[in-house]
């Protein structure tokens, strides 16, 4: 059974920057695409980026396209999400999960296309 644990979040100022972290144990990461959501309160979860399992390949949402980069390092089954140029509304809870090899179900269906998930890590963005 894979856990996800991601860990990094925390309270930062608007155009500061963060760098979460999502453990995987339990299994190896290597043949699972990993795709970050968030969700702020009183919204819906909403998907923020994908990387394939060989990591050759990602998706971004339009809101964080220039800013979040999602990276993975396979030899420590890590998967990170880089957080630049934050603002206020990318405040909320930030999730990794997995779905088998590609992004295509996270590109299709979202969050229902995954079949892991972390616990979360809170992110505040304010002054």
């Known amino acids: 059974q894979l856990r996800l644990v991601e860990s990094g979040g925390g309270l930062v100022q608007p155009g500061g920057s963060l760098r979460l972290s999502c453990v995987a144990s339990?299994?190896?990461?290597?043949?699972?695409?990993i795709a970050w959501f968030r969700q702020a309160p009183g919204k819906e979860r909403e998907g923020v980026g994908c990387?394939?399992?060989?990591?050759?390949?990602?998706v971004y949402a339009d809101s964080v396209k220039g800013r979040f980069t999602v990276s993975r390092d396979n030899a420590k089954n890590t998967a990170y999400l880089h957080m630049n140029s934050l603002k206020p509304e990318d405040t909320g809870i930030y999730y990794c999960?997995?779905?088998?090899?590609?992004?295509?179900?996270?590109?299709?269906?979202?969050?229902?296309?995954?079949?892991?998930w972390g616990e979360g890590t809170p992110v505040t963005v304010s002054l």
């Open positions: 999960a997995v779905e088998t090899r590609y992004c295509s179900g996270y590109k299709a269906v979202g969050r229902h296309a995954m079949d892991y």
């Open positions: 339990g299994s190896t990461l290597d043949g699972y695409a």
């Open positions: 990387i394939n399992s060989r990591g050759g390949s990602t």
